[in-house]
């Protein structure tokens, strides 16, 4: 689960690396948006020939090279993978992407050390990157996991201690998040970068590190209070793509409302007549068990960030968002993805998960 | 918000595992203690998170780990100073469903460490056991169980000089063995009686054994039984173990029993096992020396005079030994002393032991050199001699 949570973490490189394409002529950029979209239809094999070709014409080109990385870790060519994001961080020392990347290859192959020194040259680099943030925090937390198995001479290899240290991993990824703040990021290197990683973000406080019993098939979301980031401000594809990012924006700050304000009935509405309960349950049990946990007593406070859409066609489309929840007894953040399709004119949500 | 998070890990940290530690600087009159093993750099470790310099405690836990990889203590705080960069954390051993009883095991051992470091031995006192050993003793050990050490002395010229202390593991359930299997390490004066080499040893007791002379004399006639208790070495994958792990034995590092193997003489280096190390100046110590050679003295010359009621005057009314009480023992001298005419007695090579605990004890062993007109004969003997109303009484005697 960690690891395919660090794949995330590259994707989302890909977003941001995608606003690199904003400064480049349309036609690479739309070289790059096709070599993109053939790695999101698992075609690596086509991807990678195509940016092969790419770089025939642009040999130093960042962006092809970072997306060439990109392809070789999904196809498993680790050690090429490495090279190119090394040699990337050599020609580009003040790009946080390809540290990052490199780092979630190293944790892939536990070696800790180098992933965190290569995360801690992103920071370096780029002091508010807050994906290295994570990351590291990441990093540390299986660093740590490692030391406490050697402590207590346990093996979380194992099924059942992996369960733990996952539930440690989401207990942290719950209670903090470094601040990613862009204006402490203006130093003369970073000014120049194309991709302000996110507009300034509010400060997300660590929350008490409660362990969450119950599995929470839906995460309670939104506080209207509270801003809710706009979809990355310069990625192009995306925008071009679809107007329903707005839509669905709109929607889910309603479902969030509707949730917060504990109207059952409202929160039930967003989602689709063919919505996927998380257990694979009826229907009826899942709104039961929602209804049971919405009307619990005592204050909800919730906000979404970081919205992210991705049209996959234009009655669909993925969303991405962090979800801060606060009641009585709780208070977490963490990643939701869902699966969102428009029906009769309305955004609904199809899936809805946590982390992935 | 980052500082909230350390003040929290400091606390987590060091609350309750620094009470009852003084946390006074090193006292610079004890600055002989032997700097070896992990102890000063879990020292600063902890003084560091105490200061909130958690990067500092990071680095100087890595170089512990670095330099015992299987020191789990180590490992467990630096798990925690790892984790503590990516979220708040609570306690000692932030592990889900971590075993509650080898966290609480590494806490002791964190405790007896950290204790054993910052109250060292005053420099000018000596462990009150070691009142007299014979020339040819060059080392000495006594073993604190509540402070999880033991002490090595070396025999200088009479006077016991420090050379090293070292954490030790004992009993899983304590001291003052009574049954076989009562998992308890006996408290009293015994001695290295052989070596084991690693070789003839599971990969369990680590790099080597010493047994030592439990049940002695006095155990005996206490009725305490049981035997093999050894002074041994731990698992190859374990640096340490908790302070209460054994099933009566006194464990130490590998590394460290190493060290001390260097200096044992089998059946003859000294092993004290106390719970509490008494300490005396060595003023009050040269003072109790030179009152019970007095009495030995004493006694000898008391033996040689013929007379056989001042001779017995040496011996308490609670006198046990080989099958005999007083009586019998003052019935037997009595007769052997109407046979005698002359006897010449000396005493050689006196050590003088006192046991650890209650009662005022001491556990003497010489060789005694006896003639008389009709019996001669050269041993080893050892008495028990206690306090009896103030006076220096034998309760036992016999083969040493």
């Given amino acids: ?356 | 918000m980052r500082m909230t998070r350390r003040l929290h890990l400091a606390a987590a940290l060091i609350a309750g595992l620094l009470i009852g530690v003084a946390a006074a600087a090193v006292d610079s009159n004890a600055a002989r203690y032997s700097d070896s093993g992990p102890e000063p750099i879990l020292a600063r470790v902890f003084e560091q998170i105490e200061q909130n310099r958690l990067d500092i405690a990071l680095k100087e836990v890595e170089s512990l780990v670095k330099a015992y990889p299987n020191f789990h203590l180590a490992n467990l705080i630096k798990g925690d100073l790892l984790l503590a960069r990516s979220r708040p954390i609570q306690a000692f051993g932030n592990i889900a469903n971590a075993p509650k009883d080898k966290l609480a095991d590494l806490r002791e051992e964190a405790i007896a460490r950290l204790k054993a470091y910052r109250e060292k031995p005053p420099a000018d006192y000596v462990p009150r056991y070691l009142l007299q050993m014979r020339a040819d003793q060059n080392f000495a050990i006594v073993v604190d169980t509540q402070k999880s050490r033991l002490y090595l002395y070396q025999n200088e010229k009479g006077t016991p000089r420090f050379v090293a202390d070292y954490y030790i593991s004992h009993g899983k359930l304590g001291t003052d063995k009574v049954r076989e299997g009562d998992k308890k390490t006996p408290i009293g004066v015994y001695h290295v009686t052989g070596s084991l080499p690693r070789q003839k040893l599971g990969d369990f007791y680590g790099s080597g054994a010493f047994p030592i002379s439990y049940p002695n004399e006095w155990d005996k006639r206490n009725g305490r039984n049981g035997h093999g208790i050894w002074l041994h070495g731990t698992p190859s994958d374990t640096f340490s173990r908790p302070p209460k792990a054994s099933d009566g034995c006194v464990v130490l590092a590998n590394q460290d029993l190493d060290a001390l193997s260097k200096n044992l003489q089998i059946g003859l280096t000294p092993v004290i096992i106390s719970n509490s190390i008494e300490w005396l100046s060595l003023d009050d110590w040269q003072a109790e020396r030179s009152a019970l050679n007095k009495q030995i003295e004493q006694w000898r010359s008391d033996w040689e005079s013929l007379n056989v009621d001042r001779y017995l005057n040496h011996y308490s009314k609670k006198f046990y030994s080989d099958g005999q009480n007083f009586e019998q023992w003052s019935a037997r001298k009595h007769q052997v002393g109407s046979g005698k005419s002359w006897i010449k007695l000396a005493t050689n090579n006196i050590s003088m032991l006192r046991n650890p605990g209650k009662e005022d004890m001491v556990v003497v062993t010489f060789d005694q050199d006896y003639r008389s007109n009709n019996l001669s004969n050269v041993m080893k003997k050892r008495q028990y001699w206690q306090k009896e109303d103030g006076q220096w009484k034998i309760m036992y005697e016999g083969a040493g």
């Fill in chain 1, 1 to 356: 689960m960690t690891e395919s949570r660090s794949l995330i973490r590259i994707a989302l490189s890909v977003v941001t690396a995608l606003a690199l394409c904003a400064l480049t002529p349309q036609a690479f950029a739309e070289t790059l948006q096709d070599i993109s979209k053939l790695m999101k239809q698992g075609q690596h094999a086509q991807a990678l020939e195509k940016t092969e070709k790419y770089l025939v014409g642009k040999p130093k080109d960042a962006q092809g090279r970072f997306l060439k990385g990109l392809i070789l870790t999904e196809m498993n060519h680790t050690a090429e993978a490495i090279s190119v994001f090394t040699r990337l961080t050599e020609d580009y020392p003040e790009l946080p992407e390809p540290y990052n990347n490199l780092a979630v290859i190293y944790a892939q192959q536990k070696q800790y050390d180098k992933a965190k020194q290569a995360l801690e040259m992103a920071i370096r680099t780029h002091p508010s990157y807050a994906t290295a943030h994570e990351n590291l925090g990441d990093i540390y937390a299986r660093m740590a996991s490692q030391a406490y198995d050697k402590a207590l001479q346990i093996d979380s290899s194992n099924a059942s201690a992996q369960t733990k240290l996952a539930m440690i991993r989401d207990l942290m990824s719950a209670s903090s998040r470094p601040v990613a703040n862009a204006s402490n990021a203006a130093s003369p290197a970073t000014a120049t970068k194309p991709v302000a990683a996110a507009p300034a973000q509010p400060e997300t406080k660590p929350a008490e590190a409660k362990p969450e019993s119950k599995p929470e098939p839906a995460k309670p979301v939104v506080a209207s209070t509270a801003p809710v980031a706009a979809p990355a401000p310069v990625v192009a594809a995306e925008s071009k793509a679809s107007a329903g990012g707005s839509e669905i924006g709109k929607t889910l700050e309603a479902w969030a409302t509707a949730w917060s304000k504990k109207n059952v009935k409202g929160y039930l509405s967003y989602y689709a007549r063919d919505f996927q309960t998380p257990g694979g349950e009826a229907r009826a049990a899942w709104e039961s068990e929602r209804s049971k946990r919405l009307t619990k007593p005592g204050n909800i406070l919730v906000s979404i960030e970081g919205l992210h859409v991705t049209p996959e066609s234009a009655d669909r489309a993925t969303v991405r968002f962090r979800q801060h929840y606060r009641s009585a007894s709780l208070k977490t953040s963490s990643t939701k993805v869902m699966v969102m399709v428009r029906q009769d004119g309305r955004w609904l949500i199809q899936q809805e998960r946590v982390g992935k």
